[in-house]
């Protein structure tokens, strides 16, 4: 596969996050949309690092993955906790930073 196509992928793996990010009105999918989209920038990164035949991409990439994990986690926690608090997770319904 060329670059081309792994940049053809890493959009419509973008689009498809976003699309889920916009529409969603649950947490836990706005979250697996942002999941969708830093994936689709991980793409991006190695397929770049592969076509200049560098390693600093695919370097790069470990590190994002690592963090994406721990955003996720976080994200989950809170997301736990809003739930119990409130007992819904849709964003529509959380306002709890409101005065």
């Known amino acids: 596969m060329g670059l ?5 992928l890493a959009a419509l793996v973008f689009a498809i996050g976003l699309f889920g990010v916009l529409t969603r009105r649950n947490a836990v999918g706005i979250l ?3 999941e969708l989209m830093l994936n689709a920038v991980n793409i991006n990164l190695v397929a770049f690092a592969r076509f200049n ?15 994406t ?6 994200g989950l ?3 736990i906790v809003i739930f119990r608090v ?5 964003a529509d319904r959380l306002d709890l930073l409101r005065g």
């Open 86 to 90: 409130r007992r819904t997770v849709e």
């Open 69 to 74: 994990v721990a955003e996720v986690a976080v």
């Open 4 to 8: 081309q196509a792994w940049l053809t």
């Open 77 to 79: 926690a809170i997301v």
């Open 32 to 34: 697996l949309g942002i």
């Open 53 to 67: 035949g560098d390693l600093a991409g695919m370097v790069f990439t470990l590190f994002t993955i690592a963090i």
